[in-house]
T-cell receptor
Framework: AQKVTQAQTEISVVEKEDVTLDCVYE???????LFWYKQPPSGELVFLIR??????QNEISGRYSWNFQKSTSSFNFTITASQVVDSAVYFC???????????FGTGTKLQVIP | DTGVSQDPRHKITKRGQNVTFRCDPI?????LYWYRQTLGQGPEFLTY????????KSRLLSDRFSAERPKGSFSTLEIQRTEQGDSAMYLC??????????????FGPGTRLTVL
């Protein structure tokens, strides 16, 4: 069975602080895909990144960076110099290769205080 | 390039009534998905279509739920004899089965259902 754990339920930071959102996953598959989605108060899930299990290269996109470590089954997400617009619920998710079902974690609610 | 659209955005109904939601995927996306999200939880997979064919259904999809995608374009999700436990956000997503990053699921704004 697939499982995604986001242990941090809520995080509050002051604007311009860096913040890391943790994600730990469980799967027996050797090939899988990991995702991060953002859900602002409006409710629409916004795709942020996809990472294949065979590609452990970390990625940076502007103020966002992702650290994928297969050895610890973690796929953490860091926002540098946070902004109020980053306030949202962030979901980490997992999909098995060959299947379409995406398994989501319970989300981390990030509040950036001005 | 328009995104996934869903209609209605909000639905309030009385217990026992039937409701139907519509989802229009990103044009030319041949895969379409339905998820349900309750308060404080992540989305849970319900079902998915590739073109007209419904290829996977979750155990969450009880007999009161039915989904269709008759022409391989838009999809409908019907809930019969609604119960208060059906209150949730119903999310639709679509993807392109062309493989690679095109198979990423893109979500619509959701339909929030409240059953009184």
């Amino acid at each position: 069975a697939q499982k995604v754990t986001q242990a941090q339920t809520e995080i509050s930071v002051v604007e311009k602080e860096d913040v890391t959102l943790d994600c730990v996953y469980e799967t027996r598959d050797t090939t899988y895909y990991l995702f991060w989605y953002k859900q602002p108060p409006s409710g629409e899930l916004v795709f942020l990144i996809r990472r294949n299990s065979f590609d452990e290269q970390n990625e940076i996109s502007g103020r966002y960076s992702w650290n994928f470590q297969k050895s610890t089954s973690s796929f953490n997400f860091t926002i540098t110099a946070s902004q109020v617009v980053d306030s949202a619920v962030y979901f980490c998710a997992l999909r098995r290769s060959g299947y379409q079902k995406v398994t989501f974690g319970t989300g981390t609610k990030l509040q950036v205080i001005p | 390039d328009t995104g996934v659209s869903q209609d209605p955005r909000h639905k309030i109904t009385k217990r026992g009534q039937n409701v139907t939601f519509r989802c229009d995927p990103i044009s030319e996306h041949n895969r379409l998905y339905w998820y349900r999200q309750t308060l404080g939880q992540g989305p849970e997979f319900l079902t998915y279509f590739q073109n007209e064919a419904q290829l996977e259904k979750s155990r969450l999809l009880s007999d009161r739920f039915s989904a269709e995608r008759p022409k391989g374009s838009f999809s409908t999700l019907e809930i019969q004899r609604t119960e208060q436990g059906d209150s949730a956000m119903y999310l639709c997503a679509s993807s392109d089965a062309g493989g690679g990053y095109t198979d990423t699921q893109y979500f619509g704004p959701g339909t929030r259902l409240t059953v009184l």
